[in-house]
């Protein structure tokens, strides 16, 4: 239920850029963020940082889209977002030599060898990287060869949530491959366990 809601304000932005504009869309967009954020705190019972962080960038980039009537400021959204993330993954491998994706690890109490954690943090980082180029490809290159720049700008919100969406399924799967030799049937039972206490905490709060 978690991941479905995690990708529900991106599903909400296309459905109303299907059925409005990207203006809609963009001010719809910012609404369900916030909304979920109100849901990490009110049913999960505490706020999501990175959630809290990417609200910011998108309430900066949303609102100048919508101030100047301009969609390059939510492409530009796009690349700079994942430039961060892809940064701040790099930096905490290569700096404080403590992988970000470590933590997750760590939190579910599984025991990954270092090199492991490594090997999926610089998959995550090659990720984001790689999104924030392909973007600037579909968002400002490709269409100075498109006559139809409402066809362009269509090309880009499909790649920005259905694109998106699929190529990180592929990293998941990708990390899944990497961890799941050393995970055993207690650490599965750890993570279940984990999972119906967040399910039975959210059922008590509604």
Known sequence: MKQLLDCLPAIIFFIFFKIYDIYVATAALIVASILQIAFDRLVLGKFNKMHNWLFLILLLFGSLTIAFQDPVFLKWKVTITQSILGTVLLVSQYVYK?????????NLNIEIPQKVVNRANLA????????????????????QFMEDQDKALDYWV??????IMCLSSVVVIYTGMLVSPYINEQDLQTILKKKDGCSQNEENRQ
Request: proline share 6%.
């Open 98 to 106: 403590k992988p970000l994706i470590g933590m997750l690890f760590k």
């Open 124 to 143: 995550w980082v090659g990720f984001f990287f790689f999104i924030a180029v392909l973007n600037l490809f579909i968002a400002f290159w490709l269409p």
């Open 158 to 163: 499909n790649f920005k949530v259905w694109g």
